[in-house]
């Protein structure tokens, strides 16, 4: 194992916050992710499913958690992946009883063969079954996720039952990060700045994307990430204005400027980071003026991150003070805001994107933007500008903690512009 486990008393608390919060005679049911075939026998690397991983810890596909709650009595229910011989030689050791009830908390481990009997023994007495409202894989088809198939055959084998979801209630556990958590957190960041520094000493001219994006791999696997937590972007030039661009194969150019958006992921929780520098170590006027425009914005953008704001009321502020910026930079004049009758609002043609969204353990993670902002919640600020006729976009992103005093995660990246070329020259 790569990383350092969180404590089982951190799974065993968040499954008595949820049971505390359900009906009595019902059944809570979680489903692994499945596993994602590749190619030939080969398979993606396997992730686990996020919230299943919050209530017990366990990474390991073929991984079901059964709650009940009867007559006020709780029972838990773990069920794993039995191997043979056979499959012990091809992959390697799977997680026994003894191992999966350290890492859970969970005191009935029971292999997968077991469960389709278990489940018909707690149907009998269960009127509620609870479950994970998980969304379709977003592909051409809209594929169904494990926990919705499964729960869609048990829906049809029980339709007399009450099915109901709970993911609210996982939404709100999740939503507010533990010490435990915090730790793995703080890690991630940690090795996101051990390959940020790497790539300001070693990235010049004429090297190609790609080789950037190894060198942040490299430091995330040798300092003990699982890896990535997200595909990383290294666009150089005008690809730093496609906002999800991942080919990371053109040629750097001198005078260019380089966006970066990578983090690490340490023991499924994610870090996310943005960074702009200029390829050569140097700054020209223009993207000096277009970089400290973003980055006035960002400084302030982090005081907002307070208890009782959300994402809709950065996005609002943020995005007047990116419109004030744009004036400054020529882009387009008050009188053309004034005239202006398009649907969205004329700074949208250079800053697309929100501020903010939740980090956890998704990148992306659970919240909405109308969720009121509580000490202890986690959230990226990541003003930016993207002028594609100038070949110029500038992002910069930290992680945020919400605080009367919100803790900037990255406070120690380099990020100004004296910072930067400091450390690149």
Excluded at 99 to 117: D, H, N, Y
Excluded at 391 to 417: A, H, K, Q, W, Y
Aim: with cysteine; hydrophobic share 35%.
């Amino acid at each position: 194992m790569r990383y350092k486990s969180i404590s089982n008393k951190f799974f065993i608390n968040n499954r008595k916050m949820l049971i505390n919060k359900l009906k009595h005679n019902s059944v809570v049911l979680l489903f692994s992710s499945d596993e994602y075939h590749r190619n030939g026998d080969q398979f993606f690397p396997y992730r686990q499913n996020s919230d299943l991983y919050h209530l017990c810890g366990i990474n390991q596909e073929q991984s079901i958690l059964m709650l009940n709650l009867f007559d006020n009595a709780k029972e838990e229910f773990l069920f794993i992946k039995h191997i043979d011989n056979l499959q012990r030689i091809w992959h390697g050791e799977k997680l026994n009883k003894e191992q999966a009830s350290e890492i859970s908390g969970v005191k009935r481990i029971e292999w997968i063969e077991e469960f389709e009997t278990a489940l018909l023994k707690s149907m009998e007495k269960a009127k509620t079954i609870y479950y994970i409202e998980s969304p379709n894989l977003i592909s051409f088809d809209n594929l169904p996720t494990s926990n919705t198939r499964r729960i869609n055959a048990i829906r049809n084998d029980f339709p007399e039952k009450e099915f109901v979801s709970i993911n609210d209630f996982i939404t709100e556990q999740r939503l507010i990060k533990s010490e435990e958590e915090l730790v793995q957190i703080k890690t991630a960041v940690d090795i996101t700045k051990k390959a940020y520094h790497k790539l300001l000493q070693e990235t010049e001219p004429n090297m190609l994307e790609y080789e950037v994006e190894a060198m942040i791999t490299y430091e995330f696997i040798r300092n003990g990430a699982e890896g990535h937590a997200y595909s990383p972007i290294v666009a150089s030039g005008k690809n730093a204005c496609i906002l999800h661009y991942t080919e990371n194969d053109k040629i750097m150019k001198d005078g260019d400027l380089l966006l970066l958006d990578f983090g690490a992921e340490y023991g499924n929780y994610a870090a996310d980071c943005s960074r702009t520098i200029p390829i050569n170590g140097k700054f020209t006027d223009r993207q000096r003026e277009c970089y400290n425009a973003v980055l006035d914005v960002f400084n302030r953008a982090k005081s907002l991150y307070v208890p009782g704001n959300n994402i809709d009321i950065i996005n609002e502020k943020v995005g007047q003070w990116m419109q004030e910026k744009m004036i400054e930079l020529g882009l387009f004049t008050q009188e053309d805001i004034d005239n202006h009758t398009g649907e969205n609002a004329l700074y949208k043609k250079y800053f697309m994107h929100g501020t903010a969204h939740f980090i956890g353990l998704d990148v992306h993670d659970v919240g909405s933007k109308q969720t009121t902002f509580k000490e202890g919640m986690l959230l990226s600020c990541e003003p930016a500008i993207y002028i594609e006729e100038e070949g110029i976009g500038v992002r910069i992103e930290t992680d945020i903690l919400v605080g009367e005093e919100p803790i900037d995660l990255m406070s120690d990246f380099p990020v100004s512009i004296d910072e930067i070329e400091a450390a690149m020259n």
